[in-house]
Nanobody
Framework: QVQLVESGGGLVQTGGALRLSCAAS????????MGWYRQAPGEQRDMVAL???????NYADSVKGRFTISMDNAKNTVYLQMNSLKPEDTAVYYC???????????????WGKGTLVTVSE
């Protein structure tokens, strides 16, 4: 069974930085992409940043120029470097992976349990 384990959340002041990590483990044949989503209280879950295994990236407009996503393919780990944090970045951040468990398996969406990021004024 594949699982994603996030780490790196916490409390930071406005203008500060945090780095999130997410490691995929278990039965993994291939990963198509990994990414980060976030959900603030009372809001829907939105995409923050995505990266494919060939390095293509996509960012939400609200984080462009401040956040950087990267991936270590050998470790099946994705990172999110968050700089110049703002109070509106406060949310639970969820790791996501689109992957296959076997050569004959279809792609599956896997989610982590989330890590809380709080940015104080």
């Amino acid at each position: 069974q594949v699982q994603l384990v996030e780490s790196g959340g916490g409390l930071v002041q406005t203008g500060g930085a945090l780095r999130l990590s997410c490691a995929a483990s278990g039965r993994i044949f291939s990963i198509r992409n990994m990414g980060w989503y976030r959900q603030a209280p009372g809001e829907q879950r939105d995409m923050v940043a995505l990266i494919t295994t060939d390095g293509s990236t996509n960012y939400a407009d609200s984080v462009k120029g401040r956040f950087t996503i990267s991936m270590d393919n050998a470790k099946n780990t994705v990172y999110l470097q968050m700089n110049s944090l703002k109070p509106e970045d406060t949310a639970v951040y969820y790791c996501h992976a689109l992957l296959r468990e076997g050569v004959w398996a279809g792609h599956m969406n896997i989610w982590g349990k989330g890590t809380l990021v709080t940015v104080s004024e």
